[in-house]
């Protein structure tokens, strides 16, 4: 199989997809009855999608091509709403957060389609672990050629991004330490990381071809890098996102990245190298353990600082692109985060401090996530 043409797309044009839990309302643990909310969503109006995902209590929604912040919150809005009202109808809570606090992973079932069953055949339990929820950020791109170029130069934030976006830190019952517990299920596939370093579509389709040869993948969703190219919708995806508690927080975030976008295409700040991935996978691990006290190594001088000081200079650089997007909003409410409580994962922590039942923590985080 041959890689597929780039499409044509609106340059930074976004689209947001979330991964949702589905929890009874009598314990709070998953409950498999994504089928269900399935079918009562057929027929709905909304602007975007709603499907299902790998294991039963999960639950996909995804807003259609958006242009600004704005719009991604009017769509997350609307597509919440509708499936609100589903899941009133089930007596379920749905919920953000990048785990489950005390979900067992054996008792996940797959969910009934042909390529969730070959994923589960050839992942085996890794497929059930799989059972985790994160946010995914499309980004259009004018070219193939340019999406490779915007794809090297955003790698540089993925630790501000999972910093940001981290919302698991809760396993099984366990606090992990992490921030970001979600992506150490992540990483177990093969085939994560990061993308190879080429900057030509016309490069990128012979690494392809060649993997592609080997059978090891039949098209580009078999590769779970941080960050992929998506040429059928003409996108990049960005992929290292904890699905956050709030539709607010899931709309800064896409804004954050389309200002990060728009700055590195306009402003061409980095000399795009392949030396700027040797301190990737620590900065990585930095911001997936300790958040935005994590140490962040920049690439390009090897100055050590701290995830929260390079965010808040990254939005400082930022500010003339927010204004022009529409997207002060978005950065105000990451920047008003970022120096209280930090993100979602010391959120959930100081609810479980509080409240000692992890149960009660999903409760609120329901009621988070209703708005």
């Known amino acids: 199989m041959s890689l597929e043409a780039f499409a044509d797309s609106r340059d930074l044009s976004l689209g947001v997809e979330l991964e949702l839990q589905i929890v009874n309302t009598q314990d709070w643990d998953l409950s498999p009855q994504a089928a269900d909310l399935m079918r009562l969503m057929q027929g709905r109006r909304i602007p975007g999608d709603v499907k299902p995902e790998i294991t039963r209590s999960m639950i996909e929604l995804s807003t259609g091509v958006c242009s600004s912040h704005a719009q991604v919150v009017s769509e997350l809005r609307e597509i919440r709403g509708a499936l609100l009202d589903a899941a009133r109808r089930l007596d379920v809570g749905l919920s953000g957060g990048g785990t489950h606090p005390f979900q067992q992973w054996?008792?996940?079932?797959?969910?009934?389609?042909?390529?969730?069953?070959?994923?589960?055949?050839?992942?085996?339990?890794?497929?059930?672990?799989?059972?985790?929820?994160?946010?995914?950020?499309?980004?259009g791109c004018p070219s193939a050629d340019d999406a490779l170029v915007l794809l090297h130069g955003l790698s540089r934030y993925i630790p501000h991004l999972i910093a940001l976006a981290a919302a698991s830190p809760f396993v099984q019952g366990e606090d992990t330490g992490f921030h970001s517990a979600r992506l150490n299920s992540v990483f177990a596939f093969p085939l994560s990381g990061r993308a190879p370093f080429v900057t030509r579509w016309e490069d990128f389709g012979v690494f392809f071809d060649k993997m592609a040869r080997t059978g090891v993948v039949s098209g580009m969703k078999d590769f779970y890098w941080d960050i992929r190219p998506k040429p059928e919708f003409g996108t990049i995806e960005v992929r290292v996102l904890d699905t956050p508690l709030t539709i607010e927080k899931a709309a800064a975030l896409a804004a954050y990245i389309q200002c990060l976008a728009r700055w590195l295409r306009t402003e061409r700040p980095h000399r795009l190298h392949e030396d700027d991935y040797l301190p990737y996978t620590f900065n990585r691990f930095q911001a997936c353990r300790f958040g935005p006290e994590g140490t962040y190594v920049d690439p390009s001088t090897g100055e050590h600082r701290t995830l929260r000081d390079d965010i808040l200079a990254s939005f400082n650089r930022l500010e003339?692109?927010?204004?022009?997007?529409?997207?002060?909003?978005?950065?105000?409410?990451?920047?008003?985060?970022?120096?209280?409580?930090?993100?979602?994962?010391?959120?959930?922590?100081?609810?479980?401090?509080?409240?000692?039942?992890?149960?009660?923590?999903?409760?609120?985080?329901?009621?988070?996530?209703?708005g």
């Open 106 to 139: 054996s008792r996940q079932r797959i969910y009934e389609t042909p390529r969730f069953h070959q994923v589960s055949a050839l992942y085996g339990y890794l497929s059930k672990q799989f059972t985790i929820f994160g946010q995914h950020v499309h980004v």
């Open 320 to 370: 003339g692109h927010a204004i022009d997007l529409g997207a002060e909003a978005g950065l105000k409410l990451l920047r008003t985060e970022l120096l209280d409580k930090g993100n979602d994962a010391s959120w959930l922590r100081d609810v479980r401090e509080r409240e000692g039942l992890l149960a009660e923590v999903v409760r609120q985080q329901v009621l988070r996530w209703a």
